[in-house]
Structures are given as C-alpha cells and as structure tokens.
C-alpha cells in the first residue's frame, strides 16, 4: 500500500521559495501509470490542485500557478518535490501529495506566508 508524507518548512518569508518534498513509501514513483499530485487547501477554501508528476518524469502545471511552480524528483530516494516561487500570503494553505492511483494521500503539511 502506498503512503506519502509531505515534509518543509512550516514557515515561508514573503518573496520566498517555498520547497516542500513528498516522500513515498510502498511503491516506486517511476512505477507505470503512476502519477504523482500536488494539491493544496486555503483558509476556508476548497481544495485547489496545483500540478502532477508523470511515472516518466513528464510534468504538468495548473495554468494560474504555472509560472512559478515546479515539481521535480529524486528517484534514488523515492521522492517528488514542490518549489513555488515568490510566495505572498495569499499562498498560506496546507500543502498535500497524493496519488491518483490508490488514490494515497499525504496527511498535509501547513505552509504560512508571513514576514
């Protein structure tokens, strides 16, 4: 059974990069048909999905994001990451990885914007 967990910094300045990494378990994240999301939960706001990674690398962004957000992976660690660029309050949210396949997901990390 798959699991992911998310790690990063609680706390981002604003003009900042906000990095976080989703660590996978059970399963390998270059494993056929695999593909790996980054979504994300506002203060009182519904869940908005942020961009995926492909088993094979390839990788797609939500248009509104798609400027400075970028995912990435370490396959010797089973891992995908996060980078979201010059981050503003508005981007204080709970951060969370999932799968599609299974349908895992991440506990969620809380990610505050502030200076």
């Known amino acids: 059974q798959v699991q992911l967990q998310e790690s990063g910094p609680g706390l981002v300045k604003p003009s900042q990069t906000l990095s976080l990494t989703c660590t996978v378990s059970g399963g390998s994240i270059f494993a056929d048909g695999y593909v790996w999301d980054w979504i994300r939960q506002p203060p009182g706001k519904g869940l908005e999905w942020m961009g995926a990674l492909g088993y094979d690398g390839s990788t797609g962004y939500s248009p509104s994001l798609k400027s400075r957000t970028s995912i990435s992976r370490d396959t010797s660690k089973n891992q995908f990451s996060l980078q979201m660029r010059s981050v503003t309050p508005e981007d204080t949210a709970v951060y969370y990885c999932?799968?599609?396949?299974?349908?895992?997901w991440g506990q969620g990390t809380q990610v505050t914007v502030s200076s």
């Open positions: 999932a799968t599609r396949v299974g349908g895992a």
